[in-house]
């Protein structure tokens, strides 16, 4: 049987937004490496490598009108960087923080490499929420789960979330998903205001341009995250929500 030859390398570059945020295996393939595909343009990373010789590209600018057309921009992404890596054998995308944590581009890499007989290597960064165990002194061990505000929308939620368990929300936007009228935000709001008690705690964490590592913490309730609206979805902000005593939910 015939090797398939065809490789996309998926990197994640860490929370530094920069070069020295990449593992010793990452910087290695980079270093050997010519056709090379930024999610984002505005980390220094993207500068950097032009700096090494490489020419990065960046999917937002250059290839924005295209992807655009597509429902799903996500699921855009994907189809291109196939189309790519059958032009050019092996290409490489870098990601910030890591490729398979909240990264939906690389899940749909990972469906349609089965599809279309592509190797999908994955090169682990540190994520955010590395860095938000860390803010906390939280080890996950002890159990959380992790939703992306997106997910919200699905009425199904009700059966799956459960405010008795640590909770970690991500990626809560001011834009709603398209032929939606209500934003992530919003519909993030609306489902925590009718699961958990108004005046059960939640802490916003989010980082500085470029500082990733240094999370700012602010310490709210359930009820007042609806004036917080620019804090949390202009900052990359995160929203942990400490469980609830099962006993305080019944009351």
């Known amino acids: 049987m015939k090797r398939n030859k065809n490789r996309i390398y ?3 570059y860490g929370m530094k ?7 010793i295996e990452a910087y290695r393939i980079i270093k050997n490496s010519t056709h090379i595909y930024c999610r984002v343009d505005c980390d220094p990373i993207f500068g950097q490598l032009k ?14 009108e295209k992807l655009f057309q597509f429902k799903n921009i996500y699921e855009g992404i994907a189809l291109y960087l196939i189309e790519e890596a059958r032009k050019y054998k092996q290409i490489l995308y870098l990601v910030p923080g890591h490729p398979l944590v909240c990264e ?35 080890d996950p061990g002890y159990g959380f ?15 799956i979330f459960s405010p008795s368990i640590n ?3 991500s990626c809560i936007s001011h834009i709603p998903q398209q032929g939606l009228i209500k934003t992530e935000y919003e519909v993030t ?12 705690e939640v802490i916003i964490l989010f980082s500085s341009l470029f ?24 900052n990359r902000a995160t929203l942990f929500i400490p469980s609830v005593e099962k006993k305080k939910l019944l009351t």
């Open 189 to 200: 709001i609306n489902f925590l205001n009718e699961i958990y008690p108004p005046h059960h």
């Open 51 to 64: 700096k090494l010789g490489k020419r990065p590209v960046s999917l937002y600018k250059t290839y924005r």
């Open 17 to 23: 937004g920069n070069l020295s945020g990449l593992t």
């Open 104 to 138: 939906t581009p690389t899940e749909n890499l990972i469906n349609l490499s089965k599809k279309s007989n592509f190797n999908i290597v994955i090169i682990p960064g540190v994520s955010f929420m590395d860095a938000i165990f860390t803010e906390l002194n939280f």
């Open 211 to 234: 500082e990733y590592y240094k999370l700012n913490k602010e310490v709210t309730i359930i009820n007042k995250l609806q004036h917080l609206q620019d804090i949390i979805t202009k």
């Open 167 to 169: 909770t970690m929300i």
């Open 10 to 12: 998926v990197i994640g």
């Open 145 to 159: 789960q992790m939703f992306t505000a997106s997910q919200f929308y699905d009425k199904s939620m009700r059966r």
